[in-house]
């Protein structure tokens, strides 16, 4: 009996490792699960409320449709899964998978809670950064992969919205490393003693547009555009590669949110902050939330915008988005001079 509980034991530490617990747990897989099966529902239920129509309501009526996403899954999951004849097959079937486990990689680096780490680096605000960039060359490939126009032109237009945002996201990121003086996560969070969105508004809107272009969530759908390329990179896809497809814009979207909670709205801090270094796991609870709740605000702005032609998209992010974050670099400077 002994030994059972000793094996209980052994294998409730080695998964609350923070080797094995962040990548898995949160802010990993299972938090990526809780997100997409909520956050997708929440779309759409609050965009039927304000365009006054019904959202998911017939699987799971007494609970609103909640479980609606579970049985799209399932459907997803037993669905035929069809290759192109002209089509790259290796690639075509390979960079799906790819790119949803290379848009889950930057959370890695994430602490979740003080002084808790998968993999410790100095400089983890560039890594997450950098993983992240990779993304949009999955997308690219995955477009290529399928010899199809529609997703060639889908393609075309995930690469020239990353070199639309991509500068003004790593500008704007750029700018409160300079006003924290580190490219630490932590460090960024300990030294955020008033939110950075005060003490630099004009990087946080730069971020925040840049990252719902990244993450391809309207009004800059413009990659997978419907009315016009049907599904862009995508077209091809069916069954569960298709589910996974749609997946790495709100693993995206989450990856993002959490950087712009760490960087504008204190990170893991609560209203208290000395609660957060009483009880650790306080601060990645508060860290969720306030995730969670700009995810739900950019999911919202579905509802109430129209979708940017690819030619308004790209005027913003080179006309509007560079010139903001060019412009938050020598007010961080100013405000790190004054604060």
């Known amino acids: 009996m002994m030994d059972l509980w000793s094996l209980i034991w052994w294998l409730i530490e080695l998964i609350f490792m923070p080797q094995i617990f962040i990548p898995l747990i949160y802010p990993g897989l299972v938090a ?63 960079v799906p998978v790819l790119s949803m486990l290379i848009a889950l990689t930057p959370i890695v680096f994430i602490p979740p809670y003080p002084g808790v780490y998968a993999v410790k680096v100095e400089y983890n605000l560039l890594m997450v950064l950098a993983l992240g960039s990779i993304t949009p060359i999955t997308l690219i490939a ?31 990121t750029l700018s409160m490393a300079i006003l924290y003086g580190s490219l630490s996560i932590e460090e960024i969070i300990y030294a955020q003693k008033i939110p950075g969105i005060l003490l630099n508004p004009l990087a946080a809107i730069v971020f925040f547009v840049a990252m719902l272009m990244s993450s391809g969530k309207l009004p800059f759908d413009i990659v997978e555009g419907e009315q016009e390329i049907v599904a862009g990179p995508f077209t091809e896809y069916t069954g569960i590669i298709y589910g996974l497809m749609m997946g790495v814009g709100y693993i995206q979207l989450y990856a993002l ?74 007010l961080s400077f100013a405000v790190g001079v004054l604060v």
């Open 32 to 94: 990526v699960l809780v997100i997409l099966l909520t956050i997708i529902w929440l779309e759409r239920k609050i965009a039927a409320k304000i365009q006054l129509r019904y959202g998911p309501l017939y699987v799971s009526k007494p609970i609103g449709g909640a479980l609606q996403l579970l049985a799209d899954a399932l459907r997803f999951l037993f669905q035929e899964i069809i290759v192109p004849v002209d089509a790259d097959k290796v690639v075509f079937l390979v």
């Open 257 to 330: 949110s959490m950087l712009f909670v760490i960087l504008f709205l204190g990170g893991w801090y609560p209203l208290i902050p000395w609660l957060a270094e009483i009880y650790k796991p306080l601060g990645g609870i508060m860290l969720f939330i306030k995730t969670y709740l700009v995810i739900v605000f950019s999911v919202f702005l579905r509802s109430v915008y129209g979708r940017y032609r690819l030619d308004q998209a790209i005027e913003i992010g080179w006309r509007k988005l560079l010139l903001l974050a060019i412009i938050s670099i020598p």
């Open 142 to 172: 995955i477009a290529w992969a399928a010899n199809n126009k529609f997703t060639i032109i889908g393609g075309l237009r995930e690469a020239f919205m990353t070199i639309a945002y991509e500068a003004s996201l790593m500008l704007a």
